[in-house]
Antibody
Framework: QVQLQESGPGLVKPSETLSLTCTVSGYSISSGYYWGWIRQPPGEGLEWIGGLYHGGSASYNPSLRSRVAISLDTSNNQFSLKLTSVTAADTAVYYC???????????????????WGKGTAVTVSS | QSALTQPASVSGSLGQSITISCTGT?????????VSWYQQHPGKAPKVMIY???DRPSGVSNRFSGSKSGNTASLTISGLQAEDEADYYC??????????FGGGTKLTVL
């Protein structure tokens, strides 16, 4: 069974960098699939942050593209999220997920998420 | 990118059927057959119920079905059960090579 677990600080100061790690068990992240991050502000809906697959380029939400970076660490079977210059608007539960995708001649098509972590709450506050 | 449009809430009685709509544009819902639906209970991670507009993952009840017409996708739940009470989110691939979610719909089972 594929399992994902987010980890990282629960409190980040404004203007600093939010860094989270997702540890995957039950599947090798270098074997395929897209790996992504999604967040949910308190009382609000879901927001796609971005993702990537082994050997491919990352895809980011246009509204976050200038501040976000996602990378894979295949040796530890983990992938990570870095979000710079955070503000209170970045306060949310952050989820990592395994993402089904299709590769076409035009683009990498992001389809859906089948396995999710339980989520980790991050608060941006001084 | 703008979020897909869903009704804020829907309700139905036990045993009845309900439909949740998800409206986008030609650049997302209407342009691709990559709409998915997620169920989220309070404090829990989302769970995929429908993917690629109409497909149901193994283990998901056949009471859940999806469809699409033009720029609007729909999730139908038949034979409502108490455990169906949850928030539901649609999502779609977009022409920007990214993913967009709907604002979410709270389903109340009466």
């Amino acid at each position: 069974q594929v399992q994902l677990q987010e980890s990282g600080p629960g409190l980040v100061k404004p203007s600093e960098t939010l860094s989270l790690t997702c540890t995957v068990s039950g599947y090798s992240i270098s074997s395929g699939y897209y790996w992504g991050w999604i967040r949910q502000p308190p009382g609000e809906g879901l927001e796609w942050i971005g993702g990537l697959y082994h050997g491919g380029s990352a895809s980011y939400n246009p509204s976050l593209r200038s501040r976000v970076a996602i990378s894979l660490d295949t040796s530890n079977n983990q992938f990570s999220l870095k979000l710079t210059s955070v503000t209170a608007a970045d306060t949310a539960v952050y989820y990592c997920a395994r993402v089904w995708h299709s590769i076409t001649i035009f683009a990498v098509v992001i389809r859906f998420m089948d396995f999710w972590g339980k989520g980790t709450a991050v608060t941006v506050s001084s | 990118q703008s979020a897909l449009t869903q009704p804020a809430s829907v309700s139905g009685s036990l045993g009845q059927s309900i439909t949740i709509s998800c409206t986008g544009t030609n650049s997302d819902v209407g342009g691709y057959n990559y709409v998915s639906w997620y169920q989220q209970h309070p404090g829990k991670a989302p769970k995929v119920m429908i993917y690629d507009v109409t497909d149901r993952p193994s283990g998901v009840s056949n009471r859940f079905s999806g469809s699409k017409s033009g720029n609007t996708a729909s999730l139908t739940i038949s034979g409502l059960q108490a455990e169906d009470e949850a928030d539901y989110y649609c999502s779609s691939y977009t022409s920007s090579s990214t993913l967009v979610f709907g604002g979410g719909t709270k389903l109340t089972v009466l």
